[in-house]
């Protein structure tokens, strides 16, 4: 049977707290040392350059998917014989969706967010049931979770919603919780 990939989403920025990087580094660490294949953005910049360069650095493998129009404006991927260029952001969630057994969501803007949502959605209306996992480093998430607490008490989703993700507290408890979640 061949290791799990990990579908990392996060943001091509830092953003403002130390904690948000080195959940990052972290994470590309638990990958490697799990011995599972980081999938990702490709991108060398923000919080997602520094899961791949940790990863990398402790030896997992990777896949970057880049779509062709970012090329130009994010360094260039650290490893690109194994990367897949796409033609659009569409083909590339696709891509990186098709291509792992579990989604994990660091802080990001408005892009992590659409890649959350579109997972989310596809697992609601029955598509897949990979593992989606909010690592709601120093409570960023908390924001996202209430309002999706709230589209349910307002009716507009079941609370089943609720059951498709899984928000953890920091990168011990995503170890724990893909552990649990992933074939052996």
Known sequence: MTKPSICVFCGSRPGLREDY?????????????????????AG????MGEVAASALADGAATL???????????????DMAHTVVTEDMHERKKVMFMNSDAIVVLPGGAGSLD??????????IGLH????????????WQPLIRLLDHVIAEGFAAP????????????????AALTDALPR
């Open 115 to 124: 890649e959350f949502f579109e997972v989310l959605t596809w697992a609601q």
């Open 160 to 175: 089943s919603l609720r059951d498709l993700f899984q928000a953890v507290p920091d990168v011990a408890a995503l170890e």
């Open 21 to 41: 990087v080195a959940a990052a580094r972290e994470t590309g660490a638990l990958i490697a040392r799990n011995g599972w294949r980081l999938v990702f953005g």
């Open 129 to 140: 049931r990979k593992p989606i996992l909010l690592v709601n480093v120093s409570g960023y």
């Open 64 to 78: 970057g998917v880049i779509p062709v129009h970012l090329l130009g404006r994010e360094r260039a991927p650290r």
């Open 44 to 47: 060398d910049v923000g919080i």
